[in-house]
């Protein structure tokens, strides 16, 4: 399985910005789909994650209400909305697929390559 991450980027804070991970590979049966960060010097945390069957999302404290994670189960993509950016949401950011849990790394069966977000106050 490989996950092919695109979007992200430069942006204001208060301003709206969002990504894309789309699978590819065998198919696809881990439980979830997530996205993680990891802040400048910094542990990998979790943003968000979408059961695959279900699409029944769930969110970290720090973004809920201002993110928004999405599925398409017949592209096998898995979207991410970020909007009310802040510069704390600097950070690499990260989509997974995970199996068994959402909430940690310790869930992650694949990662995609992580892409920069960078919010300016």
């Known amino acids: 399985v490989q996950l092919q991450a695109s979007g992200g980027g430069l942006v204001q804070a208060g301003g709206s910005l969002g990504f894309s991970c789309a699978a590819s590979?065998?198919?696809?049966?881990?439980?979830?789909r997530a996205w993680f960060r990891q802040p400048p010097g910094k542990e990998r945390e979790f943003v968000a994650a979408?059961?695959?069957?279900?699409?029944?999302?769930y969110y970290s404290d720090s973004v809920k209400g201002r993110f928004t994670i999405s599925r398409d189960y017949a592209k096998n993509t898995v979207y991410l909305q970020m909007n009310s950016l802040k510069p704390e949401d600097t950070a690499v950011y990260y989509c997974?697929?995970?199996?068994?849990?959402?909430?940690?790394?310790?869930?992650?069966?694949?990662w995609g390559q992580g892409t920069l977000v960078t919010v300016s106050s």
């Open positions: 997974a697929a995970s199996k068994g849990g959402v909430t940690t790394t310790s869930y992650v069966e694949y």
């Open positions: 979408v059961w695959w069957s279900s699409g029944v999302p």
């Open positions: 590979g065998r198919t696809f049966i881990n439980d979830a």
